[in-house]
Each structure stands twice: as structure tokens, then as C-alpha cells.
T-cell receptor, first 116, second 114 residues
Framework: AQKVTQAQTEISVVEKEDVTLDCVYE???????LFWYKQPPSGELVFLIR??????QNEISGRYSWNFQKSTSSFNFTITASQVVDSAVYFC?????????????FGQGTRLTINP | DTAVSQTPKYLVTQMGNDKSIKCEQN?????MYWYKQDSKKFLKIMFS???????INETVPNRFSPKSPDKAHLNLHINSLELGDSAVYFC?????????????FGQGTRLTVV
């Protein structure tokens, strides 16, 4: 069965610090997709990134970067020079395709608080 | 323009009542979903419809009945509401292209059963 573990329940850092959110996944599929979503205090879910299992290159988008390592089944997310607006709950998810639909299996989420 | 919109945003109701949550997407997607987020923030899929056909049904009590009149709409009807149904319900949609495109979520409906 698919499983995603975000072991860090809560993280609190001071603004401008770098912070890494961990994500470990389990799947028997050889082809799979991983996602990160952000849920700010306003409550909506915002898509951040999708990565397929064949692409192990790290991804950088501004202050955000993602480190995908198949050898350790991890897909970690780093925010560089954190800002107060980065405060949110972050979810890592694994996608399972079912007849054209996708079932997102989410981790428990990591609540990130950036203090001024 | 809102891509995935849900109504209402907040819903407070008494135990035993029947209520509906509506969802509409204007992205042209053919797959829609309902997810439930509990009080601990845990997100879990409930249903998925692909072009009005039920594809995923994750052992949800049959008091919950999704209805898809067309591929742009997926409504959730809940009968005989219970205290444990209190949660945030998210509608989402995605393209049916191998099943691994990103899902776009609505803003959520916070249901409180008293």
C-alpha cells in the first residue's frame, strides 16, 4: 500500500533561517509521482510541485528547492531564507492512478511557523 | 475567475440533518474528487468521478452520496449527519492524462455538526 510519512509535526524557525521539511514514501510501483502542497492559514490547498519517479534531478524555484532521492525514498523540501508568509501546513503526497483518476495519499503534514 | 469553487464555505447544522455541498470547476477537467480533512489536518480521499462515472469510493459510509450531473460539477450529499462528520471537505479536479497531473483544490467547506 502507498504510504507517506512526514515525521516532523511542527517546525518553528526565525525568519531568514533555512528550513527543510522531510518526506518519506512507500510504494511498490516502479512509476509514481510525488507532490507537495501548501495550506496557508486561510485554508486552501496550493499546489507547489510534482515530480515523477524517473526524474531525480533536484528542482529549484526561487527560495524553494526539492531533493528527490529514490535510494532513500525521500522527497524533501527546503525553504531558503524563510519569510513569515511561508508559515503554513505543508503536505507531501504520493499519487496512485486508478482508471484515469488519481488518488493522492497525503502525509500527516508539517506545520511550519516562521517567527519574525 | 475561481478554478474550483465550493459552496458553502461554512456549514453549521444539527445532528440528523441532511446537507449538500456543491462543487464546480471551470478548468475543463474531466476528473473530480472529494477529500476530507479531519481535525488533525489529515487529508483522505473519499470519492472520484471521471466524466460522471464513479471511479474511486474509499469505504465511505453510505450516508455520503456524491452526484455528478456533468463533468464540471460534483456535489456531495450527506444524510443523517453525525458529530464525527465535522471536518473540512475539499473538492478537487484534475486532467485525465495518465492520472498523475496535479489536482486543483477548492477553498474547502468547513462542516460543523452540533
Amino acid at each position: 500500500a502507498q504510504k507517506v510519512t512526514q515525521a516532523q509535526t511542527e517546525i518553528s524557525v526565525v525568519e531568514k533561517e533555512d528550513v527543510t521539511l522531510d518526506c518519506v514514501y512507500e510504494t511498490r510501483d516502479t512509476t509514481y509521482y510525488l507532490f507537495w502542497y501548501k495550506q496557508p492559514p486561510s485554508g486552501e490547498l496550493v499546489f507547489l510541485i510534482r515530480r515523477n519517479s524517473f526524474d531525480e534531478q533536484n528542482e529549484i524555484s526561487g527560495r524553494y528547492s526539492w531533493n528527490f532521492q529514490k535510494s532513500t525514498s525521500s522527497f524533501n523540501f527546503t525553504i531558503t531564507a524563510s519569510q513569515v508568509v511561508d508559515s503554513a501546513v505543508y503536505f507531501c503526497a504520493l499519487s496512485e492512478a486508478i482508471q484515469g483518476a488519481q488518488k493522492l495519499v497525503f502525509g500527516q503534514g508539517t506545520r511550519l511557523t516562521i517567527n519574525p | 475567475d475561481t478554478a474550483v469553487s465550493q459552496t458553502p464555505k461554512y456549514l453549521v447544522t444539527q445532528m440528523g440533518n441532511d446537507k449538500s455541498i456543491k462543487c464546480e470547476q471551470n478548468l475543463g477537467h474531466d476528473t473530480m474528487y472529494w477529500y476530507k480533512q479531519d481535525s488533525k489536518k489529515f487529508l483522505k480521499i473519499m470519492f472520484s468521478y471521471n466524466n460522471k462515472e464513479l471511479i474511486i469510493n474509499e469505504t465511505v459510509p453510505n450516508r455520503f452520496s456524491p452526484k455528478s450531473p456533468d463533468k464540471a460539477h460534483l456535489n456531495l450529499h450527506i444524510n443523517s449527519l453525525e458529530l464525527g462528520d465535522s471536518a473540512v471537505y475539499f473538492c478537487a479536479s484534475s486532467l485525465r492524462t495518465g492520472g498523475h497531473t496535479e489536482a486543483f483544490f477548492g477553498q474547502g467547506t468547513r462542516l460543523t455538526v452540533v
